[in-house]
């Protein structure tokens, strides 16, 4: 079955460091989302690809956070500098389409500490 | 503005009785999408149901159903003889279609713990 991949699966990092994650959604899904989750709360949207584009950002810390997805497959989500409320985890899914209702298949999470 | 609600931060329930997680939600929107979602310990958020706004009958899967209260916003998820391997976190979310049905607006949560 296929599924979402992320790594690493955990990253422990000093604040001010950068770090950065990737996400591998299900082939054939040209919507990809981040969601950032801290602790206690639900996932919260960070940024939303459509292919290669950016349909929504308007939650990403721009000054310190960036999302590419070069060629509309996997995606990277960077983080530089970190602070210590960056402390969360951070879930990738893909969908099929962007258009009516699509099921959301999520990875397994990075777990990031900043210390 | 849209928000989901979970008022139940755990739950407890036996094996194989059914347990009801309470869901409602506020939104202006005439269409939108409910769901609910399992987050086991290792992270993943599983995704168990859907119910659309215009959708006349209640949603199933299995032992998963929906309990669609349209004129009170709520949505509530009811699991049917409960199993240990349903201990998770519950998250119920939300999506419109102002936005293509595609941003989820999740939940706080709430806990599930089966006991034997």
């Known amino acids: 079955e296929a599924e979402v991949a992320q790594s690493p699966r955990y990253k422990i990092t000093e604040k001010s460091q950068a770090v950065a994650f990737w996400c591998d959604p299900i082939s054939g899904h040209a919507t990809l989302y981040w969601y950032r989750q801290i602790l206690g709360q639900g996932p919260e949207l960070l940024v939303q690809?459509?292919?290669?584009?950016?349909?929504?950002d308007s939650q990403l810390p721009k000054d310190r956070f960036s999302a590419e997805r070069l060629k509309g497959v996997d995606s990277t989500l960077k983080i530089q500098p970190a602070e210590l409320g960056d402390s969360a985890m951070y879930l990738c899914a893909s969908s099929r389409t962007s258009g009516g209702v699509n099921e959301q298949f999520f990875g397994p999470g990075t777990r990031l500490t900043v210390l | 503005a849209q928000k989901i609600t979970q008022t139940q931060p755990g739950m407890f329930v036996q094996e194989k009785e059914a347990v009801t997680l309470d869901c409602t939600y506020d939104t202006s929107d005439p269409s939108y999408g409910l769901f609910w979602y399992k987050q086991p310990s290792s992270g993943e958020m599983i995704f168990l149901i859907y119910q659309g706004s215009y959708d006349q009958q209640n949603a199933t899967e299995g032992r998963y159903s929906l309990n669609f209260q349209k004129a009170r916003k709520s949505a509530n998820l009811v699991i049917s003889a409960s199993q240990l391997g349903d201990s998770a976190m519950y998250f119920c979310a939300m999506s419109h279609m102002n936005t293509g049905f595609q941003k989820l607006v999740f939940g706080t949560g709430t806990r599930l713990l089966v006991s034997p």
């Open positions: 690809f459509q292919d290669e584009s950016v349909v929504d």
